[in-house]
């Protein structure tokens, strides 16, 4: 097990950009690593992988959007969010699984809105 704490989340106007960043607090390297989120209502849906080999996959709604990235000498992972829109506002969590197992940190509150 690893804890995952989040950071790099706040409000942006529509069509701004964030970077969210993850960071373990032990290795990840054998571990993939996601992004989702939850809005108020709604259940929580992913947003972006990326496995241990570094292959990324993206929930349809990111249309090129976002970009995923991990770093394992620093154990960390990144969400890089361009062209945010209002459905973008939600409590983004970071993940951390291997085989059965998963690892969540506490969540970080991204807001769009003018």
């Known amino acids: 097990q690893v804890q995952l704490v989040e950071s790099g989340g706040g409000l942006v106007e529509p069509g701004g950009s964030l970077r969210l960043s993850c960071v373990a607090s032990?290795?990840?390297?054998?571990?993939?690593m996601g992004w989702y989120r939850q809005a108020p209502g709604n259940q929580r849906e992913v947003v972006a992988e990326?496995?241990?080999?570094?292959?990324?996959s993206y929930g349809d709604f990111v249309k090129g959007r976002f970009i995923i990235s991990r770093d394992n000498a620093k154990k960390t992972v990144h969400l890089q969010m361009s062209g945010l829109n209002s459905g973008d506002t939600a409590v983004y969590f970071c993940?951390?699984?291997?085989?059965?197992?998963?690892?969540w940190g506490q969540g970080t509150q991204v807001t769009v809105s003018s």
């Open positions: 993940n951390a699984r291997f085989l059965f197992l998963n690892d």
């Open positions: 990326i496995n241990s080999g570094g292959i990324t």
């Open positions: 032990g290795s990840i390297s054998d571990k993939a």
